[in-house]
Nanobody, 122 residues
């Protein structure tokens, strides 16, 4: 069992930056791939980024490639999402998730946090 808690969301102007954190408790954080997803009002949850258990492999949605960076610190049981050059279309609730393998679909993850709101004003 893994419990996840996101933090770091907020209101930022377009072009600004935020860093999201996702702290984990429970067993075997370092055995899990970690992903970030987001969901805007009226839209389906969409993949943002994911990293393998070691952090050695990462994948990004095309919409965030070059602007967002995912990284993890297994000693701290935390995964981060550094978001730069934010755009109004990045506005959403951001969720972190833990799963067995690096996947880009929500069904690939077993554990989810409660989400943190990111709002980007134009």
């Amino acid at each position: 069992q893994v419990q996840l808690v996101e933090s770091g969301g907020g209101l930022v102007q377009a072009g600004g930056s935020l860093r999201l954190s996702c702290g984990a408790s429970g067993r075997a954080f370092s055995n899990h791939a970690m992903g970030w997803f987001r969901q805007a009002p009226g839209k389906e949850r969409e993949f943002v980024s994911a990293t393998s258990w070691s952090g050695g492999s990462t994948v990004y949605a095309e919409s965030v490639k070059g602007r967002f960076t995912i990284y993890r610190d297994n000693a701290k049981k935390t995964v981060y999402l550094q978001m730069n050059s934010l755009k109004p279309e990045d506005t959403a609730v951001y969720y972190c998730a833990a799963g067995g393998l690096l996947r880009t679909t929500p069904s690939g993850y077993s554990y989810w946090g409660q989400g943190t709101q990111v709002t980007v004003s134009s």
